[in-house]
């Protein structure tokens, strides 16, 4: 499994139209081959607002054909609506263990 990850630093301005554009944006990105789930994250630093999107993704050959064949596109289609007023930076990270949670029942 593949998390591919954006980190989003949002203009204050635009924090609420971003945030529901990218609700479709996640929609959108999930149509992908190999793309399972999204989770969207928040954070805020004072002033400053940020939203994570933390992407499973089942292979990273997946991944690769989205970078491929479909990221430009996807994030052309942000950059035409918010122009500047935001930032955003990418990881991409292999699960190499999972733990499961231990009972602890009596």
Do not use: C
């Not at 990218?22 to 989770?39: N, T």
């Amino acid at each position: 499994m593949i998390i591919y990850e954006v980190n989003i630093e949002l203009n204050p301005e635009i924090v609420n139209e971003y945030d529901e554009w990218l609700d479709g944006h996640i929609e959108q990105m999930l149509q992908f081959e190999g793309f399972i789930s999204a989770q969207k994250l928040n954070s805020i630093e004072g002033e400053q607002y940020f939203l994570t999107v933390q992407y499973n993704v089942k292979t990273q050959e997946d991944l690769d054909r989205y970078l491929r064949n479909h990221a430009e596109k996807i994030r052309n289609e942000g950059l035409n609506l918010f122009k500047d007023n935001f930032k955003a930076h990418r990881r991409i990270m292999k699960i190499i263990r999972s733990y499961p949670q231990i009972s602890t029942s009596n």
